[in-house]
């Protein structure tokens, strides 16, 4: 059974840190990432890493998040820097396996201002 299971959500201010976990299991994803759902707003893609280090990031986090990964852990991490209150929504962990999506069942960032 594939699973991606996330961590590390929570309440900051403004100018604060948090860091994303999540742990994948039941398979091995080429590409690893994250999207972020704000209330009222469609799903947005936020960062991906592939299995090989490759990354890609939203022009909106660049600067301030960095994406990784574990691959003998099978898991992905963000951390994120210099948090604004527009970064506030759910967090999904996604990964891809031969084209099928992957989500996880999200974590809440909330940054206040």
């Known amino acids: 059974q594939v699973q991606l299971v996330e961590s590390g959500g929570g309440l900051v201010q403004a100018g604060g840190s948090l860091r994303l976990s999540c742990a994948a299991s039941g398979s091995i994803f080429v590409t690893m990432g994250w999207y972020r759902q704000a209330l009222g707003k469609q799903r947005e893609l936020v960062a991906l890493i592939s299995t090989g280090g490759n990354t890609n990031y939203a022009d909106s986090i660049k600067g301030r998040f960095t994406i990784s990964r574990d691959n003998a852990k099978n898991t992905v991490y963000l951390v994120m820097n210099s948090l604004k209150a527009e970064d506030t929504a759910v967090y999904y962990c996604?990964?891809?396996?031969?084209?099928?999506?992957?989500w996880g069942q999200g974590t809440q960032v909330t940054v206040s201002s």
């Open positions: 996604y990964g891809n396996v031969f084209g099928k999506p992957y």
